[in-house]
């Protein structure tokens, strides 16, 4: 079994930061991508950044020069720095991770959320 454990959301004010933690477990042999995604109410899942296991990322536009993605390959965890925060960044944060397990299969695992909640 497979399993990503998100923690790190909360409330926040506009204008401040917080740090996002994802950590995978389970009979894991390797992992390829990584990536944050989050969903508003009301609105679709969106993509936030991803970061490759050889450190390459991308973000969306709305958050460039914000957000920050990285991992640690040997802790199998995913990070997502954002500052600057702003009340539209507010949704529930899931990580998501490419894996390869020991009994041979490759599929795309999620965490459970977490909520981000920015004030204004």
């Known amino acids: 079994q497979v399993q990503l454990v998100e923690s790190g959301g909360g409330l926040v004010q506009a204008g401040g930061s917080l740090r996002l933690s994802c950590a995978a477990s389970?009979?894991?042999?390797?992992?390829?991508?990584m990536g944050w995604y989050r969903q508003a109410p009301g609105k679709q899942r969106e993509l936030v950044a991803t970061?490759?296991?050889?450190?390459?990322?991308n973000y969306a536009d709305s958050v460039k020069g914000r957000f920050t993605i990285s991992r640690d390959n040997a802790k199998l965890t995913v990070y997502l720095q954002m500052n600057s925060l702003k009340p539209e960044d507010t949704a529930v944060y899931y990580c998501?991770?490419?894996?390869?397990?020991?009994?041979?299969?490759?599929?795309?695992?999620w965490g459970q959320g977490t909520q981000v909640t920015v004030s204004s």
């Open positions: 970061i490759l296991s050889g450190g390459s990322t």
């Open positions: 998501n991770a490419d894996i390869f397990t020991v009994s041979g299969s490759y599929m795309k695992y």
């Open positions: 389970g009979s894991i042999f390797s992992i390829n991508a």
